[in-house]
């Protein structure tokens, strides 16, 4: 079932990488995952229920931990990428693959330029905000088509360096209470929690770019079945990181927002508000700086997808053009990187200025709601057949996890769309 072609030219044929090497795709998938709009839906949880919802954080964490592991272990043990394995399946996952890429690419060029650029304008009013904007954008447009997947993972562990510092420096200026932390992983729904419960399990840690890691394991070295412990290792700390990320806020929201009855504004600029009310308890420096680590957040969610669902891309047009696995122009840099790099960059720069169009942002929701189904339902069906070796196949309990992951992706997508056609229709 491998395929010595897909491997990257010169790649490490030594052995499992050591010591601090072990760091890395991982780290991509907790940066790009952890985005404001997370942040933003566990503040909010916090707001609205203390710590009464801390349990679905970690319930979050585990569900995305099994999902990237079998992405990484399909990726591994087949010597594959997970689009070759969808395309095995059928047709079928083409004719859903293709049109979500490019409208999700469209549609989510403008919301993470948008999301960079409210922190930055607060911090700079004097600028518009669709200038910080569309500069965002080129910065990681040139930052991602000039640089190898190395120097990209150094720049990610920079922006993750200054979120960690800010979000969880905020939760410990909260002090927060151990008791009814602890108290907070106890299962337990509050009336009226039902779409914050499956909000924040749904968003802890990404959603296309999960799909992404197997490419991004393949651009640090790590392509065969040897890598399969330092994977599992990898994805294990990234979502240690983004649960400790994502704790963070909600321990925000229940000691300073909860406890004291404040309202948030709506949308990622909640995020601005708590930079205010940070302000007003701590000072405004500290305001100031968590408004950096809103800024760290976002961005460095615009690298990790202009990066890795740009290689998804690549591999999509690759093999629809029958190029053999792993061809140069279907890698980092490659002409069909770089295309849809472009794609991510430019045009959505329309709806910076114009808004997103009632049809587009239908269209998005629709794909974007059934993406976790869809990839959760196809790595069971990829993990149980002679597609991949058999001594990497699911176990019992590992098809048994997958497949309560699909059930509930399924009830989030249907809550999903409602949400989605109900605000692009204006009620």
Request: include cysteine; proline fraction near 5%; charged fraction near 10%.
């Amino acid at each position: 079932m491998s395929s010595s072609a897909s491997r990257p030219p010169g790649a490490d044929v030594a052995g499992p990488p050591t010591r601090w090497k072990v760091v890395g795709p991982g780290l991509m998938v907790a940066a790009t995952g952890v985005g404001a709009g997370d942040l933003v839906a566990t503040l909010v949880a916090g707001q609205r229920f203390g710590y009464a919802l801390l349990w679905v954080v970690v319930l979050g964490c585990v569900l995305k931990i099994i999902l990237v592991e079998g992405a990484g272990r399909y990726s591994l043990a087949t010597e594959r990428t997970i689009f070759e394995g969808w395309r095995s399946l059928g047709r079928w996952t083409t004719v859903y693959f293709a049109p979500y890429i490019v409208i999700w690419g469209f549609v989510y060029g403008a919301s993470a330029m948008l999301s960079t650029a409210l922190p930055l304008a607060a911090l700079f009013p004097a600028v518009s905000i669709e200038a910080f904007a569309i500069g965002s954008g080129l910065i990681g447009f040139v930052l991602v088509w000039f640089n190898k997947y190395a120097g990209f993972e150094k720049i990610t562990a920079v922006l993750v360096g200054i979120m960690f510092l800010t979000v969880v420096g905020a939760a410990v200026l909260a002090t927060p209470n151990l008791l009814q932390v602890l108290n907070g992983l106890v299962p337990r729904i509050p009336e009226g929690s039902m779409i914050n419960v499956l909000s924040v399990a749904g968003g802890v840690g990404g959603t296309i770019t999960l799909a992404a890691y197997g490419y991004w394991l393949r651009e640090k070295g790590w392509h065969t079945p040897r890598f399969m412990k330092v994977m599992r290792l990898d994805n294990a700390m990234a979502y240690v990181v983004t649960g400790v990320f994502v704790v963070a806020m909600l321990i925000v929201g229940a000691e300073l927002l909860y406890s004291s009855g404040i309202a948030l504004q709506s949308g990622e600029r909640g995020l601005l508000s708590l930079s205010d009310v940070l302000s007003e308890r701590y000072g405004a420096v500290y305001g100031k700086l968590f408004l950096v680590g809103f800024w760290a957040a976002s961005f460095s969610s615009i690298l990790g997808v202009w990066n890795g669902v740009s290689l998804m891309f690549a591999d999509f047009v690759g093999h629809a053009r029958g190029l053999e696995p792993g061809h140069p122009e279907t890698r980092t840099g490659g002409k069909w990187f770089k295309l849809y790099l472009v794609w991510l960059t430019f045009p959505p720069i329309v709806l910076v200025f114009a808004g997103e169009p009632v049809p587009v942002i239908l269209a998005y929701g629709v794909l974007g709601a059934f993406f976790m189904p869809f990839l959760a339902v196809t790595l069971i069906w990829l993990l149980n057949t002679d597609r991949t070796p058999r001594q990497w196949r699911n176990r019992i309990g590992g098809n048994l996890a997958l497949g309560l992951i699909a059930v509930f992706f399924v009830v989030l997508a249907v809550v999903q769309l409602q949400s989605t056609i109900s605000d692009a229709l204006g009620g």
